[in-house]
């Protein structure tokens, strides 16, 4: 077990090399990846959920009650800054409607487990980050597609009743069944959760390999373009989430855990519901790829970055 937790710990640290080696492997040579079958794809990113089920309790959510503003503001800017900056910055770059279905998914889309691993690495306030990421993956069932078909509806076919059941069946399920495990079975769970960071960081790699192998022709064939928007939005919506801390005055670390939560976004649940409401847009899946390998990288440099601010506070 000890050993597990080792090997935990090493990916947790570095999983941002780590997922840029696997990527970079799966789209310069694809042959090593593409064995994982897009279709796996709902599958692990239900694992990845489950896991973050498993480390959730009761005094997340209180959260809720206790600092009721600071989660409405890490709602409400997670819901409008990234949709709208996704919006923008296709139609700024005259995106076809594949990839600007794409982008808009990844924008609608809640923040991912990764923002409360990079509010951690960054100091800043953990216990928002998480009740944040909760609240608006609880959310994300009626509101990102509903967010979804109002930006995209003049543009292409939206059917909001098939994304609100697979966010359902992919997101919802599988993390209220992980809270139920943990608090039924808490101390077989505490042992467990220190070996989810390796589960996690696999599951991801893995949904990352598959994407990126089975799409990456499409991703060569997409040129500069798509990459400068997918770096583009993630690094305004730290710049925004950044803005918005300093202009409530919030503490140093509340703006990380605000800025982080909403430059980051669950780019996988972005991947896969491209997939299942948009099957005729094949290249519609291309930004959640690029998004999960990049994610990862600027989040880990913005920790470095914000650490380094901290210091000079200090």
């Given at each position: 077990?000890?050993?597990?937790e080792?090997?935990?710990?090493f990916?947790?640290k570095?999983?941002a090399?780590v997922?840029?080696?696997?990527?970079?492997?799966?789209l310069?040579?694809?042959?090593?990846?593409?064995?994982i079958?897009?279709g796996?794809?709902?599958y692990?990113?239900?694992?990845?959920?489950?896991?973050?089920?498993?480390?959730l309790?009761?005094?997340?959510?209180?959260?809720?009650?206790?600092?009721?503003?600071?989660i409405?503001?890490?709602?409400?800017?997670?819901?409008?800054?990234m949709?709208?900056l996704a919006?923008?910055?296709?139609?700024?770059?005259?995106?076809?409607?594949?990839?600007?279905?794409?982008?808009i998914?990844?924008?609608?889309?809640?923040?991912?487990?990764?923002?409360?691993?990079?509010?951690?690495?960054s100091?800043g306030?953990?216990?928002?980050?998480?009740?944040?990421?909760?609240?608006?993956?609880?959310?994300a069932?009626?509101?990102?597609?509903?967010?979804t078909?109002?930006?995209?509806?003049?543009?292409?076919?939206?059917?909001?009743?098939?994304?609100?059941?697979?966010?359902?069946?992919?997101?919802?399920v599988?993390?209220?069944?992980?809270?139920?495990?943990?608090?039924?079975?808490?101390?077989?769970t505490?042992k467990?959760v220190?070996v989810?960071?390796?589960?996690?960081?696999?599951?991801?790699?893995?949904?990352?390999?598959?994407?990126v192998?089975h799409?990456s022709?499409?991703?060569f064939?997409?040129?500069?373009?798509?990459?400068?928007?997918?770096?583009?939005?993630?690094?305004?919506?730290?710049?925004?989430?950044?803005?918005l801390?300093?202009?409530?005055?919030?503490n140093?670390?509340?703006?990380?855990?605000l800025?982080?939560?909403?430059?980051?976004?669950?780019?996988g649940?972005?991947?896969?519901?491209?997939?299942?409401?948009?099957?005729?847009?094949?290249?519609?899946?291309?930004?959640?790829?690029?998004f999960?390998?990049w994610?990862?990288?600027?989040?880990a440099?913005?920790?470095n970055?914000?650490?380094?601010?901290?210091?000079?506070?200090?």
């Amino acid at each position: 077990m000890k050993v597990l937790e080792k090997v935990s710990d090493f990916l947790g640290k570095f999983m941002a090399a780590v997922v840029l080696v696997i990527a970079a492997l799966a789209l310069f040579m694809p042959a090593s990846s593409t064995w994982i079958q897009t279709g796996w794809v709902n599958y692990l990113l239900m694992i990845v959920m489950f896991g973050m089920g498993l480390t959730l309790k009761l005094e997340d959510f209180k959260l809720v009650f206790t600092r009721p503003k600071d989660i409405l503001v890490g709602c409400v800017a997670q819901f409008t800054v990234m949709p709208f900056l996704a919006f923008l910055l296709g139609k700024i770059f005259g995106l076809d409607a594949a990839l600007l279905a794409g982008v808009i998914l990844v924008g609608t889309c809640p923040g991912g487990t990764s923002s409360n691993v990079i509010t951690f690495m960054s100091k800043g306030d953990v216990a928002l980050s998480v009740g944040m990421t909760s609240v608006n993956t609880i959310l994300a069932p009626i509101l990102t597609p509903a967010i979804t078909y109002l930006l995209l509806r003049t543009t292409v076919t939206v059917d909001p009743v098939n994304m609100f059941v697979s966010i359902i069946k992919v997101v919802i399920v599988p993390i209220a069944l992980g809270f139920l495990i943990n608090k039924l079975f808490g101390k077989f769970t505490e042992k467990l959760v220190k070996v989810l960071p390796a589960v996690s960081v696999v599951a991801i790699c893995m949904i990352v390999a598959s994407v990126v192998s089975h799409n990456s022709e499409k991703i060569f064939s997409t040129g500069i373009v798509v990459f400068a928007v997918v770096i583009l939005h993630n690094l305004l919506g730290y710049a925004c989430g950044f803005g918005l801390g300093r202009l409530l005055k919030l503490n140093v670390a509340k703006t990380k855990a605000l800025s982080v939560e909403i430059g980051m976004q669950n780019s996988g649940l972005a991947t896969s519901l491209a997939g299942s409401a948009f099957p005729d847009l094949a290249m519609a899946t291309v930004p959640g790829a690029i998004f999960s390998v990049w994610h990862n990288i600027s989040g880990a440099i913005l920790a470095n970055l914000y650490n380094r601010w901290t210091e000079k506070e200090n």
